[in-house]
């Protein structure tokens, strides 16, 4: 039994509301725009009826990427955009600089050393980030794309997918080695003063409640944060990738009489969301919580 079913076997029964929900409609068309987050607990399922009906008569399910597709892709650019060529010499940067404070984290997380010896900057600090979340008890083996993916395909429902993990690890991979560098300064420091735990812990918070005032504090925070890592994941993971997302999310709309896109909630909420670009284009979006 895969990890997400096994989990899902002991889950209570009782759905509640989760993240956020959006309809969006043209004149004869209705899409569900549900925002997830990229980790999860058993407790997060089953998702409530809404989405969970909209799925079922779904012609098509939209993630960002389908976190069941083909791995070697997930690999290719992993090895592609986040580590040091094989063979190559690590260059002499933060990782060294940063050694007597990553290793109590990489001991909090069960990660061994030589693991991330390989990996670029930015990779690490991802980890690192992934690694704070499950230390809330929460696991990407359960995030709610790859919920979402399994439910389409055990209902054969066709999963789209908005981006690729190539152009998702490139954006990353586009950052200078100094740049890489104030990312993971940036990551080690948050995880330090616990900033990185509480933001983590509000995020899952307001999903687990679909806590509209909280994602709207959370937006807000985060668009004033004046740090280098705040600035990018604002400007180019969340800002720079929107409109894509809300083209991709448009065409379904036209293409489909109705369906389901779930994208990261955080695409959802502040002053360029993707609910306000598929506005301006004349899309009548409801928020549904």
Request: hydrophobic share 45%; net charge negative; with cysteine.
């Amino acid at each position: 039994m895969l990890p997400l079913q096994s989990a899902l076997a002991e889950a209570p029964s009782v759905a509640q509301k989760r993240g956020a929900l959006f309809k969006v409609q043209d004149a004869s068309h209705t899409l569900f725009l549900f925002g997830t987050i990229h980790v999860g607990a058993p407790d997060f399922y089953p998702l409530e009826p809404t989405v969970t009906q909209a799925l079922n008569g779904a012609g098509a399910l939209a993630l960002e990427i389908d976190p069941g597709a083909d791995p070697r892709k997930a690999v290719s650019a992993v090895l592609k955009y986040g580590m040091e060529a094989p063979g190559s010499k690590v260059p002499a940067d933060c990782r060294q600089t940063l050694a007597p404070r990553l290793a109590p984290l990489l001991q909090k997380y069960g990660i061994a050393p030589a693991a991330v010896a390989p990996m670029k900057p930015w990779m690490l600090a991802s980890v690192l980030a992934i690694g704070e979340f499950s230390t809330l008890g929460y696991r990407s083996d359960l995030a709610v794309d790859s919920y979402l993916s399994q439910q389409a395909k055990a209902r054969k429902i066709p999963v789209v997918e908005l981006e690729s993990m190539e152009g998702q690890m490139a954006l990353f991979g586009a950052m200078s080695p100094l740049d890489q560098c104030r990312f993971l300064e940036d990551g080690v420091a948050s995880i330090e003063d616990q900033e990185q735990s509480q933001e983590a812990r509000e995020i899952a918070d307001a999903w687990r409640n679909a806590d509209a005032a909280a994602f709207d504090k959370l937006a807000a925070k985060a668009a004033t944060d004046p740090s280098f890592a705040a600035q990018f994941v604002q400007k180019v993971l969340l800002d720079g990738r929107n409109p894509a997302l809300a083209d991709g999310i448009a065409n379904l709309l036209a293409r489909e009489k109705s369906s389901l896109a779930a994208i990261g909630v955080l695409h959802l909420v502040g002053d360029k969301s993707v609910p306000d670009l598929l506005r301006k284009r004349g899309l009548k979006v409801e928020r549904v919580y």
